[in-house]
């Protein structure tokens, strides 16, 4: 999937997305700035929790309720190794059947084997974004 939107075309993007996915857990990759918290909110919506979404960036991690399951939201841009990761407890996360979205996961790619969704999220310069699942 490799699609060009606008913001304001988020929520059909999302619906597109959630199609598309092979599993329920999503790596989040793009520069600062470039919508991934924005995404996760149109994510965890469409999912259909009405929880408020904000960066976990100095909690790590926000959990959202659904009717029948829950979402993980995880922030590791101040995570500085996977010693850090395993220390809160990140294989637990893991080992669950719950939603896991993933901002910044470079440094715990190694320790995520099954059913992953990569997202890339980049910015054009007429202020469009492409995203691209893998």
């Given amino acids: 999937m490799n699609v060009n939107y606008r913001l304001n075309e988020l929520d059909t993007v ?8 092979n599993g329920k857990t999503i790596l989040l990759y793009g520069e600062m700035g470039v919508g991934k918290t ?11 929790s ?4 904000s ?10 309720e659904l009717i029948n399951d829950k979402i993980y939201h995880f922030d590791l841009y101040r995570i500085k190794d996977i010693d850090e990761a395993y220390n ?14 993933i901002e ?11 059913d992953v969704n990569s997202v890339i999220l980049s910015l054009n310069d007429n202020n469009t974004r492409n995203l691209i699942l893998k």
């Fill in 14 to 21: 999302v619906e597109q997305l959630i199609t598309n996915l």
């Fill in 104 to 114: 910044w996961p470079e440094l715990i790619e190694e320790i995520i084997t099954d």
């Fill in 50 to 53: 009405k929880d408020e979404v």
């Fill in 88 to 101: 809160f407890g990140f294989e637990d996360y893991l080992n669950s059947t719950h939603w896991l979205i």
């Fill in 38 to 48: 924005t995404l996760v909110k149109a994510l965890v919506k469409a999912l259909g």
């Fill in 55 to 64: 960066s976990p960036t100095y909690s790590i991690v926000n959990e959202y």
